[in-house]
């Protein structure tokens, strides 16, 4: 018997929809884990090419991420390019008024920018805006 991956136990929670504030914090130190794409609407490899896709969710502004193959290429057809990074390297090059969208092609959640904060701090057993 293999142990999951980081990445198979935080697309499991995700379809599970776990909403539970204990859980959600799993799902975020998961998330800074692993590696995502990030669709980019600009091509990475040229200079300044690389321009995240984002979407409003929650009232946020949130980069798009993406968890999953099946992720990956549904967005092609939308988005021809993506760069992958750890989602730690993300978080730490976020500016502070951006949430994440963590999107698997079968379901998403959001992270905040209160909570993007919260686990670049790891700070507070409160977590602001999550709920």
């Not at 091509?43 to 409003?56: I, N, Q, R, S, Y």
């Not at 549904?74 to 760069?83: G, H, I, K, T």
């Not at 750890?86 to 008024?97: D, E, F, K, R, Y």
Request: hydrophobic share 40%.
């Amino acid at each position: 018997m293999t142990t999951p991956s980081p990445q198979e136990v935080l697309n499991t929670l995700m379809d599970a929809r776990a909403s539970e504030e204990g859980t959600r914090v799993a799902m975020g130190r998961l998330f800074l884990e692993i590696t995502v794409a990030v669709p980019s609407t600009g091509d990475p490899a040229k200079p300044g090419g690389f321009t995240p896709l984002m979407v409003e969710r929650d009232t946020h502004d949130c980069v798009v991420t993406l968890t999953s193959k099946l992720a990956l290429q549904r967005s092609q057809s939308v988005v021809p390019y993506a760069l992958e990074m750890t989602g730690a390297a993300l978080i730490s090059s976020l500016q502070p008024h951006l949430g994440v969208l963590v999107e698997n092609g079968t379901s998403s959640f959001v992270l905040t920018p209160a909570f993007v904060a919260y686990l670049r701090n790891e700070g507070s057993p409160s977590i602001p805006g999550q709920g």
